[in-house]
């Protein structure tokens, strides 16, 4: 049998899992994904290298994640899309102690069921992820964007 | 949200005396409940609590005089805003027909302290495409383009508030983009 509890394998699995849960449209269960503590942040990835510090979207514990779920699923009027997460393969950078710092490319694909498929948003994630007793979860996760336009509004997160 | 901009403020409706350039001014109040502009609002949440409050960590500065929220529309495509820490510019970039560009700028002052530029940075959170604010006008400005430009052979006409642009003492109402396409309308002499 797969061992996914472990080493590289628990890894891809964590980055499966989060695709899988954001492409589904389940939204309450991202924060589950963070340590309490944590960072989220979408940032272009202009900003990003020149280390200036503003982002589309910067949430600094697991509550501000949970606050935002509740925008997207109550107090944010949009047209609702789904998205389709492609993520390349983890690539380590570094392993200290219990946490994991990795990166891996991604591609978002957004589809308005009366429109055709579109790439939404492209760019890198950069993570350090804690191994925990209820296994891997992100301490922070940045989701660096290559394009500096953005398809009108981004309501999801990526 | 968070009783920051509600329709039902105190605001204030201000143009120059063409139409053209306009401002909106209004304050944060501790209203309770919802009064009768909320009605029928969606969106509108009377229990809603945050489990993380830092994004609302609210400092009042004196060179506000008073409004919490300022956005000021400046003829043709500026938008200068203030809410409560926040500060941005929007401009609009035409792309030609049917696209346009919108270019966001968040500023804060030199002599910021550390404490004040990180919540500039965290009432950020508010603005820009992903904002909890904004990000639901771009939505709905994008509803309307479409359900405008449905059929080629019709026209569309959207009168929220009547058909002028005078004086109008809340916020829901589209009195200040009439006044501006009116002054558009007459330096095009169409």
Known sequence: MLDMSDGYMALQNLYCDYSACLDEGNFEGWPDFFLEECEYRIQPRENYQRKLPLSIMWLESKGMLKDRVYGICETLYHDPYYQRHIVSAPRVTGVEGNEIRSEANYLVLRTKRDEFSEIFNVGRYIDTIRSTADGLKFRSRLCIFDSELIKNSIIYPI | ?190
């Not at chain 2, 105190?10 to 209203?31: F, L, N, P, V, Y």
């Not at chain 2, 919540?119 to 405008?148: H, I, K, T």
């Open chain 2, 1 to 190: 949200m968070f009783g920051l901009i509600r329709g039902d403020q105190k605001s204030r409706i201000i143009m120059d005396e063409h139409g053209r350039h306009g401002a909106m001014a209004s304050t944060r109040e501790a209203t309770k409940g919802g009064g009768e502009v909320t009605k029928g609002l969606h969106s509108f949440k009377q229990g809603m609590k945050l489990h993380d409050e830092r994004i609302i960590d609210i400092k009042p500065e004196p060179w506000w005089n008073g409004p919490t929220v300022v956005m000021l529309t400046l003829f043709p495509n500026l938008i200068v805003q203030q809410q409560s820490n926040s500060m941005s510019t929007r401009q609009i970039m035409p792309r030609g027909s049917g696209a346009f560009d919108f270019i966001w700028t968040h500023f804060g002052f030199e002599d910021d302290d550390p404490d004040m530029a990180l919540r500039r940075l965290r009432q950020a959170n508010m603005f820009g495409p992903a904002g909890y604010v904004s990000a639901d006008d771009g939505e709905v400005l994008e509803f309307c383009q479409e359900s405008y430009e449905r059929d080629s052979s019709r026209s569309t006409l959207a009168e929220q508030g009547g058909r002028d642009w005078s004086g109008s003492n809340h916020v829901i109402t589209e009195n200040v983009l009439r006044g501006m396409y009116a002054y558009w309308r007459k330096i095009m002499e169409i």
